[in-house]
């Protein structure tokens, strides 16, 4: 007989109820679904074409009936938007873009009543150049206090016109800008290692450890369940600035620890922040007592999240170590080819290293640096992770969703980038005129192409925006997208979207998925991933065509049609995962 997947499209009281049970569990990052909201491009509430966070507030019973966990948000601090929100000029304050401190805080008061955590985007290796440590920086001239707060050094060469080191920005170019000074001559060379618009901090100040202790308490107070920390890798330097002596250095990232990156002085300005966030462990107060937001909210742990690109999932498992951070990104598990093989190899590796610290596995298909899975997956392995390609969009949407029910089968942590729920491809063919991606501008460093997956998702199949606000969007939305939209997929059997809310259904109701750190291989054929988590047993067609299969039980799910013969084997398609039970 054929099977495909089926979902009733409406969450049941049940479910609700068990959504709200396990966001009282102190230890609920271990098996939680994090999902991503990058909020200029999820909703729009006043028509001015950006997402907001009253926008995002109004979508949260969405993503409660989705079935996840938590919501993380991209930044949406006060920022000049050089780079999207990730330059801050004030960490304390909602950018006007997307409201203001009042829609934050409804936003988390929402989020707790529908069981939803809320874990906010911190940025501590750099700050907007429109900070006003870094304004006063400049207006005071060499010598001020404030410039020891950031790396200012001076040049090279005679007259100081050459830059203090080799190192390249990520975005592209020298990672140092050369200041005009106050009496109006060139001056002292600050470093970037992104855009000239976001000046590196200089975390050896201890100014600027308070400064970040105390933007701690402030979101904690907030009553935010924890923080996604942005270039968790970058924040200590190697003494001394040296040289790194080669170019073309974003092809080294992840290579080889570099001067700038994954130091080891990183590791004890997480421990400091751990100190913190177990003061508020337990429930939704500080340590002065419970505050406003969450007085009476017995919820447990707050968690940090680290975005650490690191040469190895080994370097990664050095930042959640017990007395330091709760997770961090598999960047190595992104970035694997759909191929049994080396994802079995990056599956295994990443189990053993965490295991040792007592950490849960994380993993992650689509961000908002890289292109789309869905794409990426309708291409030729080795293009990397930014492709401008958009590929075969049936063969990349089918390994998509095989994709995700292999990943959601993992022991640990998963994120969901948001659209990736609805298999919206990348958006390959913006106009160059319309981009607002800074590495675009500059020529050289990364690709440049991260608006692709960053156009605003479909909600309704018409209307000038597909129902993400009352007008336009701030970047152009495909034709067709209306026929991706929620509207267009709630409800149908078969869609990327009911596959999605049953495959967290199940996973949150069967017990043997979810937190672990072990699975059990099964043997397989050539191109098949096959392994058991006690009742539970996932497999995996990466090859390019049919396979058979033992059948293992009762089917859960399916990414595609399978068959299932009277002799007890299955026929899976190419490029298909299912989800059998034993029990």
Known sequence: MSQQHSADPAPTPSSRAAVATVAKRSDWWRDAVIYQVYPRSFADSNGD??????????????????????????????????????????????????GNLLDADALIRDAHALGLRIIVDLVPNHSSDQHEWFKRAL???????????????????ADGE?????????????AWTRVTEPDGTPGEWYLHLFAPEQPDFNWEHPAVGDEFRSILRFWLDMGVDGFRIDVAHGLVKADGLPDLGSHDQVKLLGNDVMPFFDQDGVHEIYRQWRLILDEYAGSEQGPEGPSAEGRGRETGGRIFVAEAWTPTVERTANYVRPDELH?????????????????????????????????????????????RHATRFANPPGLGTQIRLAGDRELGLRRARAATLLMLALPGSAYV????ELGLPDVVDL?????????????????????GCRVPIPWTRTGSSYGFGGAGSWLPQPAGWGELSVEAQTGVPGSTLEMYRSALAARRSHPDLGAGDAVEWLRAPEGVLAFRRGDFVCVANTA???VTTPSYGRVLLASGEIAETADGEAKLPADTTVWWTTA
């Open 417 to 420: 980038y948001q659209g990736e």
């Open 139 to 157: 207006r005071e001239g060499p010598g001020s206090p404030l410039r020891d707060r950031y790396h200012f050094r001076p040049g090279k060469g």
């Open 327 to 371: 997770q961090a990104f598999n960047f190595q598990y992104l970035a694997t080819a759909w191929d049994a093989a080396e994802l079995r190899e990056v599956i295994d590796r990443t189990l053993e290293s965490m295991r040792p610290v007592g950490a849960p596995a994380t993993w992650v298909l689509s961000n908002h640096d890289v292109t």
């Open 431 to 451: 106009p160059d005129e319309v981009r607002q991606d800074p590495a675009y501008f500059r020529g050289a460093g990364q690709d440049g192409f991260r608006d």
């Open 162 to 174: 050459l830059p203090p080191n080799d190192w390249e920005s990520i975005f592209g170019g020298p």
């Open 49 to 98: 074409g950006m997402g907001d966070l009253e926008g995002v507030r109004t979508r949260l019973p969405y993503l409660r009936d989705l079935g996840v966990d938590a919501v993380w948000l991209s930044p949406f601090y006060a920022s000049p938007q050089a780079d999207a929100g990730y330059d801050v000029a004030d960490y304390r304050a909602v950018d006007p873009m997307f």
């Open 544 to 546: 390019g065509e049919p």
